[in-house]
């Protein structure tokens, strides 16, 4: 699944090419996404000025000029296709996940602008298209979800008043989009090995270092992970042809049975299941 990372990726891609564009028609080719999308959406999206593209989590939002929104989620393996009318391209997709190019089945939504056009491509159908009328809508469908790791209000105060008493492991908290938003399964392994924290660590005894190193880590993977284009997991590339070249710095992700590469650790990387979830993490410097 694409994570904060890689839909960020994605974002960056849309605004460059789609943003003060206008939708001139909307083509479904299969309705049955994660939630059905209505007969009407076509409708309500056709003639929409796109002011600007963001991103919420793992969540691309499309801001209209009259204030209305439309939310994209990826799903599991949801990818977004760019296609200029008069110009061939090798690499379409947007971000790092299945085909580079525009795949021949699973195109279930096209937005078309004036001489380009988007396409949704989802073989697992999970992710979906949902439209919003106003702000506080938009507000209201976010409002059960915890902050991202880039905001102020992910902080220790946060943290530890969330860990109090919880009998959870802090690598399901990492998971949990109610707790914050944006981390995903790679990720979170890889900020626990910076953390030097064991993922089964129950979340209410860790200590105030613990938790500052969590907030500090959280922070500089995801950044780390942005600048490099995102994870390629498989060897695919973005639009421009690139690969995300993150998972060349993979500490622990993937890594089962190789040796820790911190300074000084003979441990080994072990390989368990949290939350029916691969976790990855060193047995000697994450007791």
Do not use: W
């Given at each position: 699944?694409?994570?904060?990372?890689?839909?960020?990726?994605?974002?960056?891609?849309?605004?460059?090419?789609?943003?003060?564009?206008?939708?001139?028609?909307?083509?479904?080719?299969?309705?049955?996404?994660?939630?059905?999308?209505?007969?009407k959406?076509?409708?309500?999206?056709?003639?929409?000025?796109?002011?600007?593209?963001?991103?919420?989590?793992?969540?691309?939002?499309?801001?209209?000029?009259?204030?209305?929104?439309?939310?994209?989620?990826?799903?599991m393996?949801?990818t977004?296709?760019?296609?200029?009318?008069?110009?061939?391209?090798?690499?379409?997709n947007?971000s790092?996940?299945?085909?580079?190019?525009?795949?021949?089945?699973?195109?279930?939504?096209?937005?078309?602008?004036?001489?380009?056009?988007?396409?949704?491509?989802?073989?697992?159908?999970f992710?979906?298209?949902?439209?919003?009328d106003?702000?506080?809508?938009?507000?209201?469908?976010?409002?059960?979800?915890?902050?991202?790791?880039?905001f102020k209000?992910?902080?220790?105060?946060?943290?530890?008043?969330?860990?109090?008493?919880?009998?959870?492991?802090?690598?399901?908290?990492?998971?949990?989009?109610?707790?914050?938003s944006?981390?995903?399964?790679?990720?979170?392994?890889?900020?626990?090995?910076?953390?030097k924290?064991?993922?089964?660590?129950?979340?209410?005894?860790?200590t105030?270092e613990?938790c500052?190193?969590?907030?500090?880590?959280?922070?500089?993977?995801?950044?780390?992970?942005?600048k490099?284009g995102?994870?390629?997991?498989?060897?695919?590339?973005?639009?421009t042809?690139?690969?995300?070249?993150?998972?060349?710095?993979?500490?622990?992700?993937q890594?089962?049975?190789?040796?820790?590469?911190?300074?000084?650790?003979?441990?080994?990387?072990q390989?368990?299941?949290?939350?029916?979830?691969?976790?990855?993490?060193?047995?000697?410097c994450?007791?």
């Amino acid at each position: 699944m694409p994570e904060l990372p890689e839909v960020e990726i994605v974002k960056q891609s849309l605004s460059k090419k789609i943003e003060r564009k206008k939708i001139k028609k909307i083509i479904i080719t299969n309705r049955n996404l994660r939630f059905k999308i209505p007969i009407k959406f076509e409708e309500l999206l056709k003639n929409k000025i796109i002011k600007k593209v963001t991103r919420f989590s793992k969540y691309l939002i499309l801001n209209f000029n009259d204030e209305s929104f439309c939310l994209i989620h990826l799903g599991m393996s949801g990818t977004v296709h760019l296609i200029k009318k008069d110009k061939i391209s090798k690499f379409t997709n947007t971000s790092f996940y299945n085909s580079p190019s525009l795949p021949e089945k699973h195109n279930h939504v096209e937005i078309h602008f004036e001489g380009l056009r988007v396409i949704y491509n989802d073989p697992r159908r999970f992710g979906f298209f949902k439209f919003i009328d106003n702000k506080k809508e938009l507000e209201k469908r976010f409002s059960h979800l915890g902050p991202e790791p880039f905001f102020k209000n992910f902080n220790l105060e946060y943290l530890i008043d969330y860990f109090t008493n919880k009998k959870k492991d802090i690598k399901s908290f990492l998971l949990d989009q109610n707790f914050v938003s944006g981390i995903g399964n790679i990720y979170a392994s890889e900020i626990l090995f910076l953390c030097k924290i064991n993922p089964t660590t129950y979340a209410s005894k860790l200590t105030k270092e613990d938790c500052k190193k969590i907030i500090t880590y959280s922070k500089s993977i995801l950044k780390r992970a942005i600048k490099k284009g995102g994870s390629s997991i498989r060897d695919f590339k973005n639009i421009t042809g690139k690969s995300g070249n993150f998972q060349k710095e993979f500490r622990v992700y993937q890594r089962e049975s190789l040796s820790c590469l911190r300074n000084k650790c003979n441990g080994k990387i072990q390989k368990i299941f949290i939350s029916g979830r691969s976790t990855f993490f060193c047995n000697i410097c994450q007791k």
